[in-house]
């Protein structure tokens, strides 16, 4: 029984002298990671109330800008921010909420599922970002048009523009059909 005692003070002795103090070493090293991720999360959740609560009481006042750019050799978004600059309405959107998608070259029907990936990818962006407005120029062919017109019919209020005569034109809102 002494011998059984013996070794259980043995083994105590050692988790105490050099167990506990590497677990306490540990302890605070984990602790660091731990505390800047928490940080990270209140000042996103923070940000997230604040905007959540600027669309509620103020509707239409975080417009976005998005860019869909399917034709090869042709420069979009150029075109868009030197006509935007002319309109107060869209001149007023900051940078950070123009969102564009763009691909060089002809689409193929191979093509759809990695831009209907893309698509998805844009309009959760502009969705994290709090848009409840988004005025949409498209330039390419119809097929991912209807694509785009699919998975924004449950978004945002979306507002067309159609290039005519070397500028852009309201064409009005996107609705769904009843």
Partial sequence: MSRWV???EAVSDFVMTY???????????????????WALVGRE???RRR?????RKKPGRR?????????PAREVRQQVENWRRGHRALA?????????LRRDGWLQSEDLPS??????????????AGCDTLHLFYA????????????LANGPRVLLYQHHAGEYMPFGPLEMWS
């Fill in 115 to 128: 831009l209907h990936e893309d698509i998805g990818r844009q309009l959760g962006r502009v969705a994290s």
């Fill in 140 to 151: 390419g062919p119809v097929a991912p048009a209807l694509v785009l017109g699919a998975r």
């Fill in 63 to 71: 417009p976005a800008i998005l860019i869909v750019d399917l034709l």
């Fill in 92 to 100: 007023d959107i900051p940078d950070d909420r123009i969102f564009e």
């Fill in 6 to 8: 013996s070794m259980m």
């Fill in 45 to 47: 959740y923070r940000h």
């Fill in 19 to 37: 167990l506990d103090p590497i677990g306490v070493v540990m302890g605070i090293v984990v602790a660091f990671p731990v505390f800047r991720t």
């Fill in 51 to 55: 905007w959540f609560r600027e669309v």
